[in-house]
C-alpha cells in the first residue's frame, strides 16, 4: 500500500477505508507466497525495535518472525530494562531510537504515551496494543474474516463482554470494510462514545451501521461472526472479581450462539479463559477460527511493515 510509507500506525480511525482495506488483499498475499516458500525479502537490511511493557505472546512472536520472513530484524526490548523505565522522557526515547531504528513497535500502558513517542520519532511507530486501540489485532481478524466469508458486504459482527482496546479497533475496522457490527456490554463497560461516533461516520460512508448495546441476544442475532475478548485486561487486575460479577451473562456459550447464524464464525483476540468470556464448547468447536485468526497476526503485520517501511 504505497501511500502509507513512513506513516505511523496507531489507530485505524488514522487510515482510509481504501488502505484498511489494501492492507487485508496485501495480507493475503502475502500469506500465500509465504506458505509457497517465495516471501520477498523486502525489508533486508531494515531494524524494527520492538518496546513492550505488558506481556505477549502473539505480538512479540509474530512481529519478529515478520521481519525475519522479510530479510530485516527486530529486537525485543521491555521497557523496564530501558531508561523510560527510570524515567528518562519518552520524547527523548523517540529521537534516540529514530537515529538508530527503521519502525518502532510498542505495547504500552497509556495511548497517550504512544502518541508522544510518535510525535517524537522520525520513524514509523505501531500500535502493538494500548488501552484504547489494539490495530494490528483487527486487520488480522479482518483478514480472518475476509479469507473465510470472501466479501465483507452483508455479513455481521457481533462482540460481546468489555468495550475495552480490541472492542474499539474491531469497531473501526468493522466500518472501514463495510461490515456490522453490534457490540454488546454490560452498563459501565461501553465503549467511548466518541470512537462509537467517528466509527459510525466511516460505516455510513461504507453501508454499514454500528449499534452498541446492553443485550447479548440482540447482538449476537443473526452475526456471521462472534467475537469475545478477556473480561479482565492487562493492568486490570485488581478489578478481576468485580468483572467476573458485572460480565454474568456476557459469556459466549451454545445458548448465545444459537442466535447466530448457523455458519457464524467465532473469533477470540487471545489468550482467553475457558469457561469465563466463552465456555470451552464455543471456543474449541467446529466454528471457531481461533487460530487461523492467531497465524494471521504474522500475516497482516507483515502487510503493515511492508506498506510502512519498504
Ligand atoms: N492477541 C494478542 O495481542 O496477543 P498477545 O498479548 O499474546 O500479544
Ligand atoms: N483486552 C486485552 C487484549 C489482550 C491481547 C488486554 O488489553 O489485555
Redesign the pocket.
Known sequence: VSSLKGKDLLTLLDYTSEEVQDLIKLATQLKTITKAGRCPKLLEGKTLGMIFEK??????ISFEVGMNQLGGKAMYMHSRDMQIGRGEPISDTGHVLSGYLDAIMIRANSHEMVKELAEHASIPVING?TDIY?PC?ALADLETIAENKGDFKGLKVAYVGDGNNVAHSLVVASAHVGMDIAVATPVGYEPDPEIIAKAQEIAKANGSIVTVTTDPVAAVKNADVVYADVWTSMGQEEESAKRLQDFKGYQINDALVAHAKSDYMFLH???AHREEEVSSSVIDGPNSYIFEQ?EN?LHAQKAVLVSLLA
Open positions: 506481556n505477549s505472546t502473539r505480538t512479540r496494543l489494539h489485532q483476540c487471545l489468550p492467531a497476526r
